[in-house]
């Protein structure tokens, strides 16, 4: 299956992929080569992969040595470096998971339970406090200022050059996280693992290929309706469907356009799927209005009730990922008959 641009590439997904390098012996060597990695400098334990420079919507940051206390904050970052086989000390529980702050895709995969930080205001203090040498900060608000306190404290990694405040597309924010860590390579594993998961369950459903989809939500506030650069969206073109382009054409600078009750044809399309964020599925499929839209009528929409399906959806990490190819592929399959 053909890749799509950068910004629109889909959220990938994949199992867990715990890289890690094989320690080798030769035999009759020092013993301080003994025990070293490939790609280790002995005499640190260290990476020879540093220092690196990440190039940001900030500027460029230098990691100068191989981080060791990491501070995940953005929006999945944590997931992100489980992922690549490093448990941050610190995290944001965006998505209210409480525990260790990740989804349950991603539970007992660390030793040790990290910090739990406030998502939109952290705490600089509790920051400090767990000494970090790296803060993962890829997906977030996104604001000068919160870069520069988080700076202040150790080398931050915020958004990629040319991206809005939380539109990172899944490859992007895999790769700026795993020049972080100084694991490109597993990075770029993941990354073709996750392709050959999309690429196989495209394949199994042709019928997705070139299929319309609106892809809607509905919050306290009203319905709205994601557009291309959301985990969401970018999940469903990866699978062959088409964003409807009457919605495309609303994009402004957010992942998001809001959809007045009088725009609820808008949602109309070959398949309409429903996220309810933080309210009951119910107040979707019982109002007059969504029942009115010709695709609900026809029996062609799916409204997601599992509250750890859509988190899957939304947090758009690779384990996330892959239990939403698991689980909601078949739905959708289902749905188009």
């Known amino acids: 299956m053909s890749r799509l641009p950068l910004r629109r590439r889909a959220v990938r997904g994949t199992a867990l992929l715990a890289a890690a390098l094989v320690i080798t012996s030769c ?3 020092d013993s301080s080569d003994d025990t070293a990695a490939e790609g280790t400098d002995p005499a640190t334990g260290s ?3 540093f220092p690196v420079t990440v190039e940001t919507a900030f500027g460029d940051v230098t990691v100068p040595e191989e981080p060791t206390r990491v501070v995940a904050l953005g929006w999945g970052d944590a997931e992100m470096a489980l992922a690549l086989g490093v448990q941050p000390v610190g995290a944001s529980d965006w998505l209210g998971f409480g525990g260790e702050g990740v989804g349950p895709w991603a539970e007992g995969l660390y030793d040790e339970a990290p910090e ?3 998502t939109l205001e952290p705490s600089l203090e509790a920051i400090a406090a767990l000494d970090p040498d790296l803060i993962l900060d890829t997906k977030s608000p996104a604001t000068e200022e919160r870069y520069q306190a988080l700076s202040a404290i150790a080398p931050t990694i915020s ?14 924010q895999l790769d700026l996280v795993g020049q972080a860590l100084g694991k490109t ?4 594993e993941v990354a073709a693992e996750v392709d050959e998961a999309f690429a196989a369950a495209a394949e199994a459903h042709p019928e997705f290929d070139g299929t319309e989809v609106a892809v809607a939500a509905y919050t ?3 319905f709205g309706a994601y557009v291309s650069g959301d985990s969401r969206v970018d999940f469903m073109e990866q699978l062959g469907f088409v964003n409807k382009p009457a919605i495309e054409e609303l994009a402004t600078d957010s992942f998001y356009v809001p959809v007045s009750e009088e725009q609820l044809p808008l949602l109309d399309a070959d398949l309409t799927v429903a996220f309810p964020i933080f309210v009951e599925a119910s107040e979707i499929t019982d109002n007059p209005l969504w029942q009115a839209i010709p695709s609900v009528q026809a029996g062609n929409a799916v409204v997601l009730d599992d509250e750890t399906l859509t988190s899957a959806f939304s947090i758009g990490t690779p384990q996330g990922i892959q239990y939403a190819l698991d689980n909601a592929v078949p739905q959708f ?4 008959g």
């Open 159 to 172: 958004q990629p050059v040319g991206t809005d405040p939380y539109i990172v597309p899944f490859e992007e």
């Open 116 to 118: 739990i930080i406030e």
């Open 27 to 29: 035999g009759g060597s």
């Open 185 to 188: 390579e597993e990075a770029e």
């Open 220 to 222: 306290a506030e009203g």
């Open 333 to 336: 399959a289902d749905t188009l």
């Open 47 to 49: 990476s020879d992969a």
